[in-house]
């Protein structure tokens, strides 16, 4: 940590946050530069002050202009402390360490035909995993709010047909256990990215955990997050990047295809993007897609539904089946040409 | 909803949304404008579609530009539904409708004296409900997390010396009970304004809720998470402000105070600002409060604690009680100034 | 400046970022943490290399994890330079020091009639600067886009009737010379805030310069343009927050009133307040404009306008001469409750 | 137009809104729905009334809840307009249709070694443009300003050499002429694109017109700031997303890959990416470029420096030209995957 002092500060001033900081059982160097002084901090906190913040306890010091935190606060979720890429399995499928795993499926599970045309449709195109939401989050309560098990019942049986797992999400802690007897990955949504009750529930599992980033999460914050999960013994964590709201309303959110390479430098995590969310519109889906592959993801989160024109939810942002077998044999090349394959 | 489409559509083009619209139920009125063809769109989804939305499978036409809507997505919250103003007892305390309500108390209970000691000292100075987390969502998983039962327990004792009604955070489903056996009014924090299970669960009890706007939550969709609760059955519900997420990083977040005019616009429910977590700094606390009486919101819920210097969470920007004390001073002058009191 | 390392880094790293570090004439000091090292950069840079960017130069370094500054880059405009406030006059009218100073008029100048009618209805109100654009930085090319110097000399003839100075735009360096002629304070609007060249401009003059923050401006940047000015040898500069970008689109934008604080804190140059601007809508003019007096802000820069409803520009934001009046009583009263006067 | 009214608005408030529809020489279509009437307003404004904005001014009337517009305030760049890609030729170069065009160099014109050493070597690695900045918007102005006309001769002796048409930045009117002289490119850099008088300057000038997108310029205004400079007589208009301010910190801006199919959509004007400030990071640089190739841009604005490490200006972010051409490498092949070509 490194305090740095107002300007103006005094002797006494200094001396002042030094005690503070030898209270908390730290150590303070200090030095004088001709402009102002500079305190670094070592060292660890007494055993009795362990629930203290001493970055926000010196800032609270009327002399002090600013504080700089120098570690970071993620342990088991850093590159610095595992260099290996994390490659996550589930059952036969494998996600991160150079493979491109795309993720397909309605975004609610609505009744059986949607789910078996669906799933047999993507399954010729690549899909590695079914999607599909049981349990909605819904902005308004008049709106349709998941078929709940009913809903992963049907999920389960286009599963088995197609012999692909199923990524679907948790809302309520109440819910996890019906959601463990269907899932193979528990997704968390967006708005529930700090719901900081379910990440440690779902860090207690043995189930691969998906983080979708929130609309307003930092990649610190979102790392964090994760770091939550992985707390609780669970290191199979997947993270998804699926925009973030900024003043822009051509789209839904705007993606931060930035993320990927902050991310893959930050985390040994594997990093998916999810477009259609981000995109809000069918139209721009292809091309965010494209540049997921090629700015290094692991993989896509992808909505496809064999009648968009009929969802009941998101209809404007999924694919139908024709146009996502279309938009696969474009990824595919692309991804040959960035050292991945598609199979 | 009014629909417009694209430039150069074609007859048939207007014909098939027309079709669509029909299809659900619903009447097409079809003008013709020199450069743009406009479909207003009325009536009511036929009973086995009730689970659609037009909006967005409208926008899923290739031929159309754009689809706005003309209703407004709330309804209880509405200002249009009721004009009169929401005032929320909570035992003797009542918020909104010409009362100006002091929520105050510290970031997080830590202690039997900390929580005496504040309570006695804010009570003293117009504070008129009690405010402390004892769960905390911390964004690490490596703080502290809240003293859980035992701090609801410090909160009560120190709610009945004061005779102050308490105000206190509920995270997760199944913590519910053990809450509302001390909670006066429940909170739901920032980061779980659009947790819609937990939103639903405090619908359902028959205490005050406070809900407190998330960081990139649009007002818009601050009422349906209100409408959320409201649906369930229970009215009571307070809106408070306390800062968005912006690019700007001088202050914690930044303070929507324009939120407060918006909201008394749209809204019978009345509207608080937290001035302390918008700011961040304890130096900025006193402004932010000041503005918030003269833009007419109907109370603060700001953070007081007897020592902040070794406050175990947000102690950057927790007021002292001496502090504190001189801003109700100021404070009551404001609220004079416009019309209110504070006593 | 401190460098952070990265955690793994190894001596030679460290090497070679201190030789970096002296090869341009600065001094290093290594401190090794447990975790990591950091190294504090005083001094100052070589002659033959003023121009470097040092924090640039260190960050390229593949072992350097964060280079912080120390230092604020605006000097001129900084508290820590100069403590006591700085009152701007412009003839007989004072900006800042304990004053609470309105400006108000049309947003656009349109002619004569409105001018003089607009400018009397507020003169007898308190205001004491005349506002009007005569250049108008507008969104479309086919909109108004100002009556240019007759505009000037609409503006003219109003403030010499009701002796009140001139606040108008200035958006173009070839029209300095004409906007010179009539203008007592040179505005220059919020899309020109980084406009380097034109703050250069005005810096070299001998009027005031009221200068609007941008939409994405941050308060270290509008500080740095104010630095501009003043760098040039003009410290006759008044700030004033109109409300910033956010995804927040029930305001036109979201006005920053944590800014008054932080820019008190952080500079002596008095602080206006835009409230038709950041509002976009004249019903939340009021609550804004209060919000300002009690935050303290040294005054307002408001839009008033005779009859709104045929206004050129931001017909939707002006107030009426009725509703401007009617507002001042009010803030009158505010102004007095925090130590004000407005007369 | 369509103007949506508040719930409860009576016959006479809708009577009053018509009036004011025709008083202004339009037509008003009353529709009463169930909850809301909505009036759809058709044809042109009075002769006399032509200033007016009809959206503004029906905005303020109090029994108005929102007005949509129709059409779209861009004409001259809108697709709708022209469906064929515009392709702008540059001497040799073509950008746009169907090509991937570099356009390289340095952040700023330092020295003869500097622009001979960065010009040959990237040449030889596909580079099809010099970019490199004479005169420079600096934030402090304490900070290099540019080499001025100097920088301009040192540019153009590169240019020769390697027979590549330069791209260089206009920051003042004043400056225009000189740049002129050298440059045949006209860049607009993002705290320009909305000073409104520098755009109509270029569009009156018969060079190519490289406009950035600003910091907090929505899609739409960016399209309108190209208007401006179409509007005064010069199609050659190129477009380059650069990154927006948002909250997230980990790269200096968020590059807004949507706005590449976004922008095909709407306009037929080339679209570029400058991945070196929206990754203000050279270890960003390589996924950003390649995520643009993949999502459809039709060139690269990037930063290359012979050394970096010794650049004035923006070090952390530009490629030297070893890893510029291994970049460009990886390049060609996605081009190739997406049917294009880099030669």
Redesign the interface.
Known sequence: M?V?M???SKEQDVERVRE?IEDMGLKA?I?K????T?I?V?GNLDRDKL???PV??L??DKSVDRV?P??K?YKLASR?NREKDTIVKVKDVVVGGGNFTIIAGPCSVENRQQMIETATGIKKCSAKMLRGGAFK????????QGLGEEGLKLLKEASKLTDMPIVTEV?????LDVVLKYADVLQIGA??I?????L?LVGQTDKAVLLKR???T????FL?SA??VM??GNGDVILCERG????????RS?????????L??ETHLPVLIDPSH??G????V???S???????ADGLLIEVHYK?????????QQLNIKEYCELVK?LK??A???GKSID
Chains 1, 2, 3, 4 share one sequence.
């Open positions: 490194i740095v107002r300007k103006n503070r160097h030095s530069g001709s402009e102002r500079v670094g070592v629930s203290l913040d926000a306890i800032s609270t700089y120098v570690t606060p610095e989050p819904r902005t308004s309560p008049y709106t349709f809302m309520n802690p109440k819910d708005r529930n700090q719901n900081f009750s379910l440690k929130g609309m307003s930092t990649i610190q914050e964090m770091e939550y707390s609780e973030i709201r900024t003043f822009e309303t051509a789209t705007t993606l931060d295809i930035s993320a990927v390479p902050v893959k430098k981000a995109a519109k069918r139209d721009y292809p091309a965010l494209k540049a997921a592959v090629a700015a290094g968009p024109e009929i969802a009941v939810s998101d209809a404007a474009e090349k692309i040959e040409a960035v």
